[in-house]
């Protein structure tokens, strides 16, 4: 069953980070990935840039919105996400256990539904 | 055996088998709604062909074949569905499994209702519908929901189960701690809805799952604790109702009840406490079952210690304070302190739903009757005649307001 983990977290919290809370970051998420890799779970990840700098765009209701930013307001943003491939639920939290987000934000598990349509 | 017969037996296995095959049914798809819906399909088969061809030898193994040709039947003809467990339908369409392989499935199934990522407000009533076979309707009676509400957050939760892909297995050791209450709430609930107007089967299966989980967690003083004060009660149902009126506890003929199970339960609450971390206090089921074993020890002492009852319920309020258990103690104040006692502590008894409990104005009536203050507990008896649920309850109280007639004349 394959997994996303949409990775939340306040990112205003990221204006007080150092050179080397960076590098410590982006070297506990390597890990991370490659512990992932290591047991065939991997699918796919990415980091993406702050929420202030999305663009959302609809067609709901018939006329094309382009609007700059998020399509929420929130506090707790969307930050970056996991794919991974495992059999059940409780193996899911297990590894989004040990995704370094946990600690500064939270982690939503959702399966994917291409499964079961 | 045809006709009416055939249908009363037909429902009767259907009560008795449900959390069984329910089990068996969903534990490799994770489909529970489509079990039930499978289920209820077999149901309806059973009683047209049981009454015209006679009941199978094996009637839950006719069930349980039936479901699960028109689950695969369904899953054929809705194109969506990738039918994934078909080797494992025809292998063992021919026979039920054995027992400890159904008690499995229902383990599972138990453990995947109280899973974390349930809403924990669903996990209790999702049990008991699921394993235990209880009406939606009853279910949402016992928490104070409308059955409509009941019934949509029912749905949600076993959707989620599906499509959360929450697996259908017994948890480690570790992880099966945390969702052990929930399982032990459900069991006692299901122990609790059957016991006085239920026809057994469900108490039973109650009990018998307790001691399975006792099993399973030996460490857990808990289960254990559920364990004795299931058999307490289930020791004196010989005892429990006389010609069709409830007979409290103090009152019952020790005579009917159950010796040999008493002892038993008195060494598994033992074990209980000797399970306890040491200094820790005892858990609500084990205070629960203590309170039992006072009432128990009557058949050797001939007569109820109540002293020891008030202190039991003083730390059980105060651990585990809950409606139920602080009406039940001003009734046991009223006994050892007297009725004085027991009416001040009803009044300072403060719950939501106070005025629709009925053993609140059952004890406050006994009270009043005994402290002489007759018009006002003949008031107080016919408010709970009114809002009593089971007609042994009601026809005890209407004995007792005989008895305050006789009094008065």
């Known amino acids: 069953m394959r997994y996303t983990f949409l990775l939340y977290s306040d990112a205003s919290m990221a204006a007080h980070m150092t050179e ?50 998020p399509f929420a307001e929130t506090k707790e943003t969307l930050g970056g996400f996991f794919a991974i491939n495992v059999e059940n639920l409780d193996e899911a939290l297990a590894w989004a256990e040990k995704c370094p987000a946990v600690h500064y934000g939270k982690v939503e598990i959702r399966a994917s539904a291409m499964d079961s349509v | 055996m045809s006709g009416p017969d055939a249908q009363a037996r037909a429902e009767h296995v259907a009560r008795a088998a449900y959390g069984k095959l329910v089990a068996m049914l969903s534990s490799r798809s994770g489909d529970i709604i489509a079990a039930e819906d499978a289920l209820a399909d077999a149901f309806v088969a059973a009683l047209k062909t049981w009454p015209e061809r006679g009941i199978p030898d094996k009637p839950e193994a006719w069930l349980l074949t039936v479901a699960k040709n028109r689950r695969t039947d369904q899953a054929r003809r809705d194109a969506r569905l990738v039918i994934t467990d078909k080797a494992n339908d025809m292998a063992d369409a021919h026979a039920i499994e054995p027992e400890d392989a159904q008690l499995d499935e229902r383990l599972k199934l138990l453990f995947v209702c109280a899973h974390p990522a349930i809403d924990e407000g669903i996990r209790t009533p999702m049990m008991l519908q699921t394993v235990l076979g209880l009406e939606a309707e009853q279910i949402a009676k016992a928490f104070l929901v409308s059955p409509k509400a009941m019934a949509q957050r029912l749905v949600r939760a076993k959707k989620k189960i599906k499509s959360a892909g929450i697996p259908f297995v017994i948890p480690e050791p570790e992880a099966y701690q945390d969702r052990m209450s929930a399982v ?13 107007e239920g026809d057994g089967d469900l108490s039973h299966e109650a009990y018998f799952l307790a001691n399975i989980l006792a099993e399973l967690a030996p460490d857990n003083p808990e289960a254990l604790g559920l364990t004795a004060l299931i058999g307490f009660i289930e020791a004196r149902r010989g005892a429990r109702i006389e010609n069709g009126v409830l007979v409290p506890v103090p009152e019952q003929n020790v005579g009917l009840w159950d010796s040999q199970l008493i002892e038993h339960s008195v060494s598994i609450l033992t074990q209980a406490s000797l399970r306890r971390a040491p200094k820790s206090m005892p858990g609500r089921f084990q205070l629960e079952a203590a309170i039992q074993s006072v009432h128990a020890a009557r058949s050797v002492t001939g007569q109820t210690d109540w002293r020891a009852l008030s202190q039991l319920y003083l730390g059980l309020v105060r651990a585990y304070p809950s409606i139920g258990s602080a009406v039940s103690r001003a009734a046991v104040v009223a006994e050892d302190a007297g009725p004085a006692e027991g009416l001040k502590m009803l009044e300072v008894i403060d719950y939501d739903g106070l005025e629709n409990y009925q053993p609140f104005h059952a004890v406050r009536a006994h009270c009043l009757g005994a402290l002489g203050r007759i018009a ?34």
Do not use: N
Not at chain 2, 378 to 387: D, M, P, R
């Open chain 2, 376 to 409: 006002d507990a003949a008031e107080a008896y016919a408010t709970a005649i009114s809002l009593c649920t089971d007609r042994p309850s009601q026809r005890w109280l209407e004995k007792k307001v005989g008895d305050l007639r006789k009094k008065m004349s």
């Open chain 2, 184 to 196: 032990l709430e459900a069991v006692y609930g299901a122990f609790a809805v059957d016991w006085l």
């Open chain 1, 20 to 69: 080397e809370d960076w590098a410590e970051s982006k070297k506990v998420f390597g890990e991370y990935i490659g512990a992932l890799q290591e047991a065939g779970v991997f699918i796919d990840t990415d980091w993406l840039h702050p929420a202030e700098t999305a663009t959302t765009i609809t067609l709901a209701g018939g006329e094309k919105r382009v609007q700059d930013g």
